[in-house]
């Protein structure tokens, strides 16, 4: 028998809604009971297949059951070699280490220290606010209007999701946030490069102020695409102006690149768009081929910490090692980030053609195959800068007319009206091209279907 008829769908969607958490997300929104995938391609237990372009929330850079990472894990398994062995060394930890820190920019790839984490971004999140306040024995941070860097207490405190910290009483107390510059909706009100440069100059007179009632912090951490804030790219210019800013005023520069990290946005990571070098890079998702698996790479000059400053018993995952192994060399050996440009460039711009038919598409931002389609009311009047407000009722039924066509997408943004595609690199240009269809169909129903 196989798995698909074991199992009977509805009833394990039934089971699960009366069982689980009422945290739980994803699975609200994408009734989907996979039993099967390969590739871009997902099987569900009711027969159907999808198009998987959330791909575990980006993890799954070579989409599932890649042939590479499969073979990996099987040759971990086949050796009989402990698959759990806390921090230990292993010659699969070894190879592991040496492909990543072969793959680091600028100069952290001769100078960086690497820890292994307990296998989530937020706890690489946690593990780079402690090595840095160890490091300048401070406390506060400096983070950004819209940042996401996870769920655990300190990455929520540095969150910009309010309704999500405000229940649970995090405190963030010492947490100096800053507007992130976009254009669409510029948090000057300017847009373009002039908002960029007000960025840049409100930062640099609030660090040099010392009447700003801002102790000075530990460190300043930035996404160079802002994910689940509504794919939003930090401009380079802006990047840069803030890594020199945090240099000069003691402040290590964490760049959180859980998600943009292996290629995701056309270069290999994020900050390499604006030739920046961080000083901490939070890794997690791509880097362990679709396993749980978490880093942070830093400078060695501050490898500050005593023994045990960081532990936890899930940080010495081999399949995970095997399997990012693996993925890390399909990624740099098959220019999938060269290839994750072209193909999300050539998407973003279909798109945006789009945008004359399509009014409720207001604006397509995204670096590579990290792409985000804000979904507007195109019966509102626009802004000063010609935005128009989100919607995100619009975009609830986008999502649900993709999951009707066979495409599965998820949403983010402040609103959650900004429509996300982070398909495999791998996505092959017919799936490409499918999937701007089933895009593009399912915003012209929602649209027509919809009243505000
Ligand atoms: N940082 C960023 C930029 C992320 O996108 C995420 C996850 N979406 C996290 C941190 C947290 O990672 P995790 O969900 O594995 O804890």
Request: proline content about 6%; some cysteine; hydrophobic content about 45%.
């Amino acid at each position: 028998m196989s798995v698909d008829e074991l199992c009977d769908p509805e009833g394990v969607l039934a089971r699960q809604q009366a069982r689980e958490s009422s945290a739980r997300s994803y699975a609200r929104h994408l009734p989907v009971v996979p039993v099967r995938a390969e590739g871009m391609t997902v099987y569900g237990a009711d027969g159907r297949t999808y198009l998987d372009c959330l791909a575990g929330a980006g993890s799954l850079a070579l989409g599932h059951n890649h042939p590479v990472t499969v073979e990996a894990v099987r040759r971990v398994l086949d050796q009989g070699a402990p698959i759990h062995v806390l921090d230990l060394a292993t010659p699969i930890k070894d190879e592991f280490t040496d492909t990543l820190l072969g793959l680091l920019p600028g100069e952290l790839a001769g100078d960086a220290r690497v820890h292994f984490c307990g296998p989530s971004g937020s706890d690489a999140v946690e593990a780079a606010f402690k090595l840095a306040r160890t490091a300048t024995g401070r406390s506060g941070l400096v983070t950004f209007t819209g940042a996401y860097h996870g769920m655990t207490a300190a990455a929520l405190a540095a969150s910009g999701n309010v309704a999500v910290r405000t229940p649970a009483r995090v405190l963030d107390s010492g947490v100096t946030r800053l507007p992130f510059p976009q254009d669409y909706r510029c948090p000057y009100g300017v847009g373009g490069i002039a908002g960029e440069r007000i960025a840049v100059e409100h930062a640099r007179r609030l660090f040099d102020d010392p009447g700003s009632g801002m102790t000075p912090p530990a460190a300043v951490i930035v996404e160079p695409v802002q994910g689940e804030g509504g794919v939003i790219p930090a401009p380079d210019g802006w990047l840069r102006s803030l890594s020199a800013l945090a240099g000069e005023h003691g402040m290590p520069l964490i760049a959180d690149e859980v998600q943009t990290g292996l290629g995701r946005t056309g270069e290999m990571w994020g900050v390499d768009h604006a030739e920046v070098v961080p000083d901490i890079m939070v890794l997690s998702k791509a880097i362990g081929g679709g396993l749980p698996l978490a880093v942070i790479v830093y400078r060695s000059k501050y490898d500050v910490w005593e023994e045990g400053a960081h532990t936890g018993t899930f940080r010495g995952h081999q399949l995970a090692m095997a399997a990012g192994t693996a993925t890390m060399r399909f990624v740099a050996e098959n220019s999938l980030a060269e290839r994750s440009r072209k193909l999300g460039d050539r998407l973003r711009a279909e798109f945006v053609d789009a945008m004359a038919e399509l009014p409720a598409i207001g604006d397509v931002r995204g670096r590579g195959l990290m792409i985000g389609l804000d979904l507007v009311d195109p019966e509102a009047s626009v802004d000063a800068l010609g935005a128009r407000p989100a919607a995100p009722g619009l975009a609830r039924r986008v999502r649900a007319e993709a999951l009707g066509r066979g495409l599965i997408v998820e949403l983010g943004g402040r609103h959650s009206a900004v429509l996300r595609l982070l398909p495999p690199l791998t996505m092959t240009e017919l799936e490409a091209e499918q999937v701007r269809d089933l895009v593009l169909d399912s915003i012209a129903a929602a649209s027509a279907a919809w009243r505000p």
